[in-house]
Every structure is written in structure tokens, then in C-alpha cells.
């Protein structure tokens, strides 16, 4: 009897320091999770950034090269007939419109299209301020909005005027791609505004914020309850480049916001994410760190609770089953998610996090770029799975081009990349070019036809070229296109690289040169 009531007192106490373990264990798991799940999103929108970085600085790269010839044409005539070439590649990078500019707003299009557009100003203003390319956005007035690449250049007459810019427009909408769907499925929004909070770009929102909002912190003051001193310190961070993170409550409902420094122009990305959707995405870590305090706290209680001990073991060995069965199916759903689903070769999600490990370990390795040459005649002429059996048998070349300790990925449709590890030199490369070129270039047959293709190879190597794995993806790849040209694969010479907005965003996804 005595027994039973040493017990019955030993186990209300064991209850007690249960609960009062369990409140304050919470509490701390809950600030855990703000903090994690707000690093998760910085850390996918640092992607995000470099996306955007790298599609700016081929805008105006190109952009660049393009004013160059301008510069050198000796007639008008000769310029407006080159600006309407240039405008063929509106189809390829899928911009509104390739226009020149002056100071005095005087505009003239590749349509021929000539005028005044004092509205539309702003969006040059920075680049006429610094004399450096620039990225900016106007309002049109149907209310769409357009972002605008802009590259100064020498004056030069089309036409009887005289103009110092040469630009492109894209609608926001085609711009979406690139910074929409990147955290928890979809489920969050994304901004890139200026330190003040004017959107310069903006996705579709899964938020309930309205759509044609101009100024996302103004927005976010004036409409929802938002900590006014925590308010007060996201703008001075942003200001400042730092970042951070903040909660907000609108419509009823909690709202994560991150926000990170672009890194050009006093331009800031800020992700968006309901509260809801991060905490279910947390909840098996919750249930997991509860159940491993109880084993705890069991252990501590095993002489005067023996039958709770029992109870604890029982309930640790379940929960180690399922955490086994969770991590082998994690690991097999990884494994999926990092091979392409037609080659069998790593995917560009694998790449990317594969370039940015070397980096963070300064591990060297050599770069391979590789674009096939003539496979869009395949699809035209046998159809596509004709074109994909041809992928598969390429893949199969590749692996057999590098050794077990190399990599081979598939970045794009008909784009592949290979990491070759170790220390390695420019003659080695390039022999190792050659042999590719030669594997690739040997007739396959497939489905009783014989199919020929080439390819185009470039190379970089890390860190003997550079140090920055951004700077050694933009050398491959411009070495790349220089060996597309010198054989002849290019289509068009007046464009450094020829392909869809699409691919560009795939292939640079994880990588982007500052201006």
C-alpha cells in the first residue's frame, strides 16, 4: 500500500515536470521553427537573386554588344537596318520591346515607331544618373507593368536624332518565371522592389496583397497590423543591405517576411509566406522532439517509474522505426529529385548545389559546358521521341567520357554540364574537349536510323580561372558559344547566345555575375 502511494506521488510529480517541460520546450521549438523556416526562405531567395543578377547582366551584355555596332555603322541607314535585325531575337528572349533613348525622352523603336515618352522616364533614370546599365520599370496606362534594361552608348544619329541609350522592355508577366514558385511549393510570393518599396518585379501573389500594388511596405502599414518598431527596423535594414526577417497579420492571417539585398541599384528581394504553410511543413519535427523529451525524461524518472520507462522504450523504438522508414524514403525522394527523369544523368537542381559545395569547400575542379549541335532537325525530321532516344544515347556517351569520381548532368533540353574534379590545366582541357566532341560526333543508330549530331564544348576551371563559380559557369558558357561560332553552329553572330528566356533561367538558376 505504502508502495502504491510512493508511486501514485512519484508519478503526479513526474506529471508535473511533464507539463511544465513540455510549455517551455514548445515555446522554444516554436522560436526554432521562426527561425529556421525564415532562413530557409532567405537561402531560397538568395537563389532567386542570383537568377536575377545573371539575367541582368546578359541583358545588358548583350545589349552592349549591340550598341557597339551602332557605334560603328557609318550611316543612319545602316543603323536603323542593324536595329531591325537585332529586333529578330524578340521571339528568342521574349522582351516587349528593343528600343533606343535620349535624354530629352525622344524614343525610337524597332518597328520604326518614333516619339516622345516622358512618362516612362523613370525607368532610365538611374542609368543617365551613374552613366552604368541599369534596370528599371515603369507603369503603362492600361496599368501594366514593364521592366527595362537599359545600356548607355556614344551618341550616335538615326534618322536626324541623336540617341545615348538602347534598351529592351518585358512585360512583367514574362518576367514571372524567374522569381515565382521557389519556396514551399508555390506557395509563397516574391518582390523585388527598391529600398523604399517601390516593385520593380513582382509574381502573381498567393497572398491575399492586391496585385497592383506599387509600394509593398507603404502597402503593408497602411493595411495590415504589422509591429510598428519591428516595421521600423526592416526599413532600416534594407536601407542599410541587411537581412532579415519580420511577421505580419493581414486579412487574419500570419504572414512570414524575408527580404535580402540584391546587390546592385539599392535593390531588395523580399519573399512572402503564410505562417500556416510553414508550421505544417514543421510538424514532424515537432511531433519527433516531443516524443524525445518524454524518452528523457523517462530515463531520468527509470527508478521510480519503472512501468513509465517500459512505456518510453516502447514509444522511442516505434518512433526510431518510423524516423528509419521517413529517412529512407527522404533519401529515395532526394535521389529522385536530383536525376533527370529521361537521361538518368544528375539534374540542374543537383548542379547548382553541386557548384555552390565546391565553392563553400574550394575543392577545384574543371567546368564543361556542352550544347548539341543540329539535334532540332532530329525532332523536326523523326519527331520527339526520336529526339530523346538521341538524348539517352548521348547521356550514355557522356558517362563514358568521365570517371567514376566525376559528375555528369543534364541542365537543359539539349544542354549538358560536366564537373571534372581535381587540379587541372588548360591543355588538359582542351584535349579533353576534343575527345568529347569526337565521342559525340560518331553516328548513332537508333530505331533502325542513323543519326549524326556535333556539339559544342567550352570549358572553365576552378580556381585557376576564378575563384567565384558564378564567374567560371560565364566562362564555360561564353567559351562555349565561341566554339558554337568558330563551327559554324551558331545561328546568329550579332547575339553572343541564341536561346529561349526559359533555358536561360534554367542554366544560370544557381549562379549570376554582379554588374
Same mark, same amino acid.
Given at each position: ?5 510512493? /508511486? ?22 516554436? +522560436? ?18 542570383? %537568377?536575377? %543578377? ?14 557597339? %555596332?551602332?557605334?560603328?555603322? &557609318? ?6 537596318? *542593324? ?8 521571339? !528568342? ?29 523613370? @525607368?532610365?533614370?538611374?542609368?543617365? @544618373? ?14 501594366? /507593368? ?15 536624332? !541623336? ?46 496583397? &492586391? ?9 503593408? &502599414? ?16 534594407? #536601407? ?19 527580404? +535580402?539585398?540584391?546587390?546592385?541599384? =539599392? ?18 519535427? #515537432? ?23 517500459? *512505456?518510453?522504450?516502447?514509444?522511442? @523504438? &516505434? ?20 536525376? =533527370? ?7 540542374? +537542381? ?72 581535381? !587540379? ?16 559525340? /560526333? ?59 528566356? #526559359? ?6 538558376? @544557381? ?5
Amino acid at each position: 500500500m505504502q508502495r502504491s502511494k510512493e /508511486r501514485t506521488v512519484w508519478s503526479i510529480l513526474l506529471a508535473v515536470i511533464l507539463v511544465v517541460s513540455l510549455g517551455g520546450y514548445l515555446v522554444y521549438v516554436q +522560436r526554432q521553427f521562426y527561425d529556421e523556416s525564415t532562413q530557409n526562405l532567405l537561402e531560397t531567395y538568395e537563389q532567386v537573386d542570383k %537568377t536575377f %543578377t545573371m539575367f541582368a547582366q546578359r541583358n545588358w551584355n548583350v545589349l552592349g554588344e549591340w550598341g557597339k %555596332t551602332l557605334e560603328r555603322d &557609318e550611316t543612319s541607314a545602316e543603323r536603323y537596318k *542593324n536595329l531591325q535585325i537585332f529586333n529578330e531575337e524578340k521571339d !528568342t528572349w521574349q522582351y516587349s520591346g528593343l528600343y533606343l533613348f535620349n535624354e530629352d525622352c525622344v524614343y525610337l523603336n524597332a518597328n520604326g515607331e518614333h516619339g516622345t515618352a516622358k512618362h516612362i522616364w523613370g @525607368a532610365f533614370e538611374e542609368m543617365y @544618373a551613374t552613366g552604368e546599365p541599369s534596370v528599371g520599370s515603369y507603369t503603362m496606362k492600361n496599368g501594366e /507593368r514593364r521592366v527595362v534594361f537599359a545600356v548607355p552608348i556614344s551618341p550616335v544619329d538615326v534618322n536626324g536624332d !541623336t540617341y545615348t541609350c538602347i534598351a529592351v522592355s518585358y512585360d512583367n508577366e514574362t518576367l514571372e518565371e524567374m522569381i515565382g514558385g521557389h519556396a514551399y511549393n508555390g506557395q509563397s510570393d516574391c518582390y523585388i522592389v527598391y529600398s523604399g518599396g517601390r516593385v520593380l518585379l513582382s509574381e502573381e501573389p498567393k497572398s491575399e496583397i &492586391e496585385t497592383r500594388m506599387t509600394n509593398l511596405f507603404d502597402f503593408l &502599414e497602411e493595411n495590415a497590423w504589422v509591429d510598428q518598431r519591428r516595421f521600423a527596423d526592416v526599413r532600416e535594414h534594407v #536601407q542599410e543591405g541587411v537581412s532579415g526577417s519580420a511577421e505580419y497579420y493581414y486579412e487574419s492571417k500570419s504572414y512570414y517576411l524575408v527580404y +535580402r539585398s540584391v546587390g546592385f541599384q =539599392d535593390l531588395i528581394i523580399v519573399g512572402i509566406v503564410d505562417r500556416s504553410v510553414v508550421d505544417a511543413g514543421m510538424q514532424k519535427i #515537432q511531433t519527433a522532439t516531443i516524443l524525445l523529451l518524454f524518452v528523457m525524461l523517462g530515463t531520468i524518472t527509470f527508478t521510480l517509474a519503472r512501468f513509465i520507462k517500459l *512505456n518510453a522504450q516502447q514509444e522511442v @523504438a &516505434e518512433k526510431e522505426t518510423a524516423l528509419r522508414a521517413e529517412e529512407s524514403e527522404r533519401r529515395k525522394m532526394e535521389g529522385l529529385a536530383n536525376t =533527370d527523369g529521361l537521361t538518368g544523368l544528375f539534374n540542374e +537542381r543537383c548542379f547548382n548545389r553541386t557548384l555552390k559545395e565546391k565553392e563553400e569547400k574550394e575543392q577545384p575542379f574543371a567546368l564543361f559546358y556542352l550544347d548539341l549541335d543540329k539535334f532540332k532537325p532530329v525532332n523536326d525530321t523523326y519527331g520527339h521521341d526520336m529526339g530523346d532516344l538521341l538524348l539517352k544515347a548521348v547521356a550514355d556517351r557522356l558517362r563514358g567520357c568521365i570517371q567514376s569520381t566525376d559528375l555528369a548532368f543534364r541542365i537543359g533540353g539539349d544542354e549538358f554540364a560536366l564537373i571534372v574534379n581535381g !587540379t587541372l590545366d588548360d591543355a588538359w582541357c582542351e584535349e579533353q574537349v576534343e575527345k568529347i566532341k569526337s565521342v559525340i /560526333r560518331q553516328p548513332y543508330v537508333l530505331a533502325q536510323k542513323t543519326i549524326e549530331v556535333g556539339t559544342s564544348c567550352g570549358f572553365a576551371v576552378y580556381p585557376a580561372d576564378s575563384a567565384d563559380v558564378r564567374t567560371i559557369r560565364i566562362l564555360a558558357d561564353h567559351r562555349m558559344y565561341q566554339d558554337k561560332e568558330k563551327t559554324g553552329a551558331a545561328v546568329c553572330k550579332a547575339l553572343p547566345e541564341k536561346r529561349s528566356i #526559359q533555358s536561360d533561367f534554367r542554366k544560370f538558376s @544557381a549562379g549570376s555575375g554582379r554588374p
